[in-house]
């Protein structure tokens, strides 16, 4: 038991180290990310935190299992190249033992992982897209600032304003490009919109005053648009394309409810990768084991970067099944057990490889 405890803690130790680094890197390339949002005019300033708060979940659920494998990679390997797990082994415990020990602390990960993956993802995804609702919503046109170039409603629309009137409250020489999807047509009719004078009209309904202002209709391909012109006219934006609103709702919705929607291939395709991330935990533990021992790999910067091409191997592979569910080329139930059973059986060759060459070889004498 002691040594069960001495290896468990060693493992859980490392792992809080390398879970930190990680983080900490993901979490600026994130940030990064969202800065340039920000930038942009799409995500203001002062929700830059928290748009980088509710990004975390995801960022946890995909590097959880990463960080049990290199963790326990670092610490096993350490053991082996000091000698200690030479003493153990000596002492009548087998690797057998050892990877049960591993999958114990690998099944507190699995929870853990379920729990960010299909509990706090749903919920910081619907988060999320109230956050994005409210800025489309109170976008004040004082936050515009001359000169610039705004995409807003999630890239469907972009605002420029010439000039600020009236310390802010209105803008002169006004140009807007807006996207606006009709029912029955494929392509998007897109909305020019030049005026002399923009005023906010109707928050709610969020509605622009133009003044002098021409009007511009036209479908891509088209050689002449329809051409409006009026004194004055209201110009409106839609909350969001139709083409986001299936996936944003299926991404903010539970596990119990995403189950529901067995109608949907894009539904069941989400939940696919959101249930295959908690059971990668436990099939990533299994690896630890050969990564640490094999002389294949020689140092160790060689078994973390095996390790973590291992790792994106897996995530491809299992985003290769999600994409032919979502296409309905395959059933849900087949798109989540095959990955697992290909690396299991991958795991499997391996603890029985002696077993196996003896037979070949037997084959041939």
Known sequence: MLLKHYILKQIFQCAMVVSIVLIVIFSGVEFSTIMKSSVSGSIPHGLLGKALILQMPFLLSLLLPLVLLLAGILVINNLHES??????KASGIDTFRINIWIMNIAVLMFFLVALTSLYL???????KSQMFKNIDKDFAISNFQ??????????????????????????????IAHKEYKEGDKKPIWNIVTAEKAAKNNMEAREWGLHNAWNFAFKPGDKEGEII?????????????????????????????????????????????????????????????????????GTQFLRLFAAVTFYAVYLSITLVFRYYISVGSISFLYGLVMPPIIFSGIIGLYYCRDVLFYCWSSLWR
Request: proline share 5%; hydrophobic share 45%.
């Open 83 to 88: 000698g200690e797990l030479t003493v153990v």
């Open 229 to 297: 012109t009026a004194k004055d006219f209201f110009v409106s934006f839609p909350e969001e394309a139709k083409q986001q609103l299936e996936k944003s709702n299926f991404e903010e919705m539970s596990l119990r409810k995403l189950s529901m929607q067995q109608h949907s291939m894009l539904a069941m395709s989400l939940l696919q990768w959101r249930l295959s991330l908690p059971l990668s935990v436990l099939i990533l533990a299994l690896f630890i084991i050969p990564f640490s021992y094999e002389n294949f790999f």
């Open 146 to 175: 001359p000169g610039q170039f705004y995409p807003i409603l999630k890239g469907d629309a972009v605002v420029f304003v010439g000039k600020s009137l009236k310390s802010g409250s209105a803008y002169g020489d006004i140009f």
């Open 121 to 127: 993802e749903p919920k910081a995804s619907k988060a």
